[in-house]
């Protein structure tokens, strides 16, 4: 079983930045690793992923070009760089592993994932 840890979730103005972290308990055989985010009253939706081999990374459309995903391999850990943060940006992030080989935005295909951290972008 797989724990994962995020942090560096807090309250930032419109405009900010903020840098998740995600510490895996174990070196995952995933080969991908996700973010997904969940805002109240919606569904748990991607943000953006990565191969944890070739660094291939994968975006939400509603933040490509703001937020990079980056990993660092002897530490075992991936980072969420959230850049030009908006409102609508405000949820609870998550961190997922555990992928099951199909499509990468979909939570579906994600078996582990972290207890969340929050996100608060104020306008």
């Known amino acids: 079983q797989v724990q994962l840890v995020e942090s560096g979730g807090g309250l930032v103005q419109a405009g900010g930045s903020l840098r998740l972290s995600c510490a895996p308990s174990?070196?995952?055989?995933?080969?991908?690793m996700a973010w997904f985010r969940q805002a109240p009253g919606k569904e748990r939706e991607f943000v953006g992923g990565i191969s944890l081999l070739g660094g291939t990374t994968y975006w939400a459309d509603s933040v490509k070009g703001r937020f990079t995903i980056s990993r660092d391999w002897p530490k075992n850990m991936i980072y969420l760089q959230m850049n030009s943060l908006k409102p609508e940006d405000t949820a609870v992030y998550y961190c997922?592993?555990?992928?099951?080989?199909?499509?990468?935005?979909?939570?579906?295909?994600?078996?582990?994932w972290g207890q969340g951290t929050q996100v608060t972008v104020s306008s």
């Open positions: 174990i070196r995952s055989s995933s080969t991908h």
């Open positions: 997922a592993a555990g992928y099951n080989g199909g499509n990468v935005h979909s939570r579906e295909e994600y078996d582990y």
